[in-house]
């Protein structure tokens, strides 16, 4: 099972990661010395527990039993002060670490919402989703879980270890003696824990994906017989996943008793010598007791210590990934100019294109200019470029050569958000979303009125099936329009570029998978919306096409004839024969 290939970055250290990511906690530094001072409170407190065991214990040797009353009261004081320090650490530990997924959650999406299209011709969207969703929540991991315990039991160790140096810093030194085969084990579990942790993150791309594409073509799915095939195709990729996950356990499991069996061993190595004269030294009974009892609290910190390892990988190679996303290039916006309403004047100059460097050009040498206000029809048979070419007018894609202007201006040279502006655009496959009939009609526009909303419904014949639905135009119409027709989702469409009113029309097979019926209301809505502005549209039924002012024929990425219909007719070309064969399949009986 292989996933999709995730960057051509070189990947970061771990170090260089979280650096990357302290910087989103660093806007909350306050907060974060308090929950450092919760963890020390914690520490200080659970510390103090083997020193006050050791005044328990000489007390009761001399027979001091005016503190009867006094450990008791220093025992609760001292739980009581280790529940306000697990309180102040956890909690606003946890605020910091929801705020910097949030915000990084955030930065992501930002970033998705300005990478280029070629971008998301080489990732499924539920590779992206994932990384949104799972990847993001692993950091939460880290940055929650992981931090809690690296500081509450890091301080803790700290504290004790502080004890056992006081105490006799002789048997003290036995546990550091054994450090740098502890430290030996967790470094290998970490490089282990984050290759596997990456390699889990990547698999749950596929299942997202692969569960995406079967839930959202399930009509496909059923219609063709492929449920058991998108079942084995889940199963495997869950599968994947399955066994990557048990792989993280094995080596969680091994590297938690390894770790606890070098602390134990060091341990009863330090009984054994503590029972030894020479280093027993001057040590009370109370003192010798409490050193033993500082040192076996150490093994369930060391523990938690090793076993959270686990976490702070994962979160590592998540944020890893997450940062590849965000480097990413967006789509590159360097225009600065301006139009407040362009005229329509467009002019393609020996424009080619091709999708990589190392593909073949999609586009050559495209070389023609439209007056505002000019219907301009592509035609040409699948594949030949048309849509592509339509692409390059609002820069979804950058032309490799030559040049695209509006009114004059070098399309490079306006800003995105300005040169979009200027451009509405109704394709086949209309896009809509879980929302009202007038949010979709309305989708991005600021404050419309609701009388604008109503006269583009109108004017698209939207109003003819509304005023049939139990909320007219407050309908909600389902995930991507699934309540609706094609005819009424395409007319929806419609009335979207009516209500954006911009300039510039592009309408890429509105009408080719239409019934007669439909295709009647969106022409008489085409037409309307087309008045006075420049339109560029891509016809697969030439029928819808004859009255345009000019007609491009598309073939192999080259404009091999331009005309009106009657010229094109004449000529006996390319344009000709496609006519004779949609009219031969129109006229043939079925």
Do not use: C
């Not at 300005?114 to 989703?129: I, K, T």
């Not at 070389?367 to 219907?375: C, H, I, L, R, T």
């Not at 909320?471 to 979207?496: E, F």
């Amino acid at each position: 099972m292989t996933s999709e290939q995730e960057s051509p970055n070189k990947e970061p250290n771990g170090w260089v990661s979280y650096k990357r990511l302290l910087k989103y906690v660093a806007p909350y530094w306050p907060i974060f010395l308090l929950a450092i001072l919760g963890y020390a409170i914690y520490a200080g407190s659970s510390t103090a527990f083997a020193h006050i065991l050791k005044m328990l214990v000489d007390s009761i040797e001399q027979g001091m039993e005016d503190k009867r009353l006094f450990f008791p009261l220093i025992v609760v004081a001292i739980f009581a002060l280790r529940g306000l320090g697990t309180f102040l650490g956890t909690y606003f530990m946890a605020h910091i670490a929801r705020q910097l997924v949030h915000h990084l959650r955030m930065d992501l999406f930002k970033r998705f919402l300005v990478l280029p299209a070629r971008f998301y011709d080489q990732h499924s969207s539920g590779h992206l989703v994932s990384r949104l969703t799972y990847n993001i929540e692993q950091v939460t991991g880290a940055a929650t879980k992981a931090v809690t315990v690296l500081l509450r039991e890091g301080l803790f160790v700290i504290g004790l270890m502080g004890y056992l140096l006081w105490v006799n810093w002789a048997l003290a030194l036995i546990f550091v003696a054994v450090s740098p085969i502890i430290g030996a084990v967790v470094s290998y579990a970490s490089k282990r824990f984050r290759k596997i942790s990456r390699r889990i993150q990547n698999s749950m791309g596929d299942v997202t994906h692969v569960a995406s594409e079967a839930i959202s073509g399930y009509r496909v799915v059923r219609s063709f017989g492929g449920s058991e095939f998108e079942y084995e195709r889940f199963r495997e990729a869950s599968e994947y996943n399955r066994k990557q996950a048990m792989k993280m356990a094995l080596t969680k499991a091994i590297n938690t008793p390894v770790v606890q069996l070098i602390v134990a061993a060091a341990l009863g190595f330090l009984v054994w010598l503590a029972l030894s004269p020479e280093l027993m030294g001057d040590m009370t009974p109370g003192e010798f007791i409490a050193f033993l009892t500082a040192a076996s609290l150490m093994a369930k910190p060391l523990r938690q210590l090793t076993e959270i390892n686990n976490e702070i990988q994962k979160g590592l190679a998540a944020a890893q990934d997450v940062f590849t996303y965000l480097d990413a290039p967006a789509e590159p916006d360097r225009g600065s100019r301006t139009l407040d309403r362009a005229k329509g004047e467009v002019v393609f100059e020996n424009v080619s294109f091709r999708y990589g460097d190392d593909q073949p050009l999609a586009l050559k040498n495209i070389d023609f200019s439209v007056k505002p206000g000019e219907m301009i029809a592509l035609v040409g048979r699948s594949g030949s470029g048309k849509s592509t070419l339509a692409s390059l007018i609002p820069r979804f894609y950058e032309v490799s050569e030559g040049q695209i202007l509006l009114d004059g201006i070098p399309t490079q040279e306006l800003s995105l958000a300005s040169l979009r502006e200027q451009i509405a655009i109704v394709t086949q496959q209309v896009t809509l979303f879980n929302d009202t009939l007038a949010a979709n009609i309305a989708y991005g526009m600021k404050n419309p009125s609701r009388e604008a909303v109503e006269a583009a419904a109108k004017a698209a014949y939207v109003m003819d099936f509304v005023e049939k639905l139990p909320n007219g135009l407050d309908t909600m119409v389902g995930d991507n329009g699934v309540l609706l027709s094609g005819g009424q989702r395409q007319r929806i469409a419609i009335a979207r570029a009516i209500l954006k009113d911009a300039p510039i029309l592009v309408l890429d097979e509105a009408t080719s998978a239409l019934d007669t019926e439909s295709e009647r209301y969106i022409q008489q809505a085409l037409e309307y919306v087309m008045q006075g502005r420049t339109t560029f549209v891509i016809a697969h039924r030439l029928s819808t096409i004859e009255n345009a002012d000019r007609i491009l024929v598309v073939a192999e990425g080259q404009i091999v004839e331009e005309g009106t219909h009657e010229e094109l007719i004449g000529q006996e070309g390319a344009y000709a024969q496609l006519h004779k064969m949609q009219f031969h399949e129109q006229v043939t009986p079925q």
